[in-house]
């Protein structure tokens, strides 16, 4: 195996953790009544998509940084890139700063009740950045 192989290995694992997160926290938060329990959860998934997101960037430059140039030039790779930092921006710029600006946990809960649709925009928009780097790796 090619080292390059191994790179988007770790790049697709990363993803398939990140996407999986978001995923079960978008099910829980439309399935159960926010609470204590569910707050508790919320932060458990903010530190997985925190250590996925660390994997993914690392991973990701590692394989641009060969073919520096040709990445930096393609279309297809910069809107995958908008696309992240849009989604990280809403999740972490707009609903995580307001979660943190909290100062109980009845408020924190409360914030996430406010701001669900922005969280799923947020990981729409990371389902559509794995839908790229699956076509940059396929062309
Ligand atoms: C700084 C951030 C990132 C960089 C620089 C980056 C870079 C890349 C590059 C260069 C490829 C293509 C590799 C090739 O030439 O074959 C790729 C593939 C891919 N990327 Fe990213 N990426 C980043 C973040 C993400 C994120 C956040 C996700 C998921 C939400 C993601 C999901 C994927 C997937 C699923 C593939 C295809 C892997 C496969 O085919 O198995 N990437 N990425």
Known sequence: M????ALIILHALGAAILLGSVT???IVGFTKTLG???LVFSK?????????VVLLVATGILLVAPAKEGFLGDKLFLTKMGLFVLSGIIAQGIVGFKVRQAKSEPEQVAV?????P??????F???LVAALGILLTLR
């Open 2 to 5: 090619e080292a390059r192989d």
């Open 24 to 26: 079960l926290a978008g």
């Open 36 to 38: 204590e329990k569910t």
């Open 44 to 52: 458990l998934v903010n530190k997985v998509v925190l250590w996925s």
């Open 112 to 116: 996430y009740q406010k701001f669900g």
């Open 118 to 123: 922005l969280l799923t925009l947020s990981s």
């Open 125 to 127: 928009l990371l389902y």
